[in-house]
């Protein structure tokens, strides 16, 4: 799937608001690199546009050394809750696993 492009260039603002607003999830990343690089992929602009209209809030929180792909999560309060929520249901039922907010979200995240 390809976004139009003044759906990519309405996204492309969206996700940079977000990305200058929140540089403590990606310290030593620069937002042009981000962007290069959602330009080269459509696909996953289109991806981060349908997280977004869902009411997600699609952010970099990191890069893949071995790929360079940069890793977007879903930074909504929302989600935030349901990860908190989640984890503290699993805990008891799941001794001895280390299962923490950030490991649901980027699990959840991969599906």
Known sequence: MKLTTDLTESLLKILKIRFLKNTNRHRGIEWQQVEDRLLFEPKKLWSLNEMDITE????????????????????????????E?????????????????????LVWRKK
């Not at 970099?60 to 349901?82: H, N, Q, R, Y």
């Not at 989640?86 to 923490?100: D, H, L, Y």
């Open 56 to 83: 997600g809030e699609p952010d970099v929180v990191g890069k893949d050394e071995k790929t360079g792909a940069f890793i977007f999560v879903d930074c909504s309060p929302e989600t935030l809750k349901a990860a």
């Open 85 to 105: 929520v989640f984890v503290t249901t699993m805990r008891p039922w799941n001794p001895g696993k280390n299962i923490s907010q950030k490991t649901v979200q």
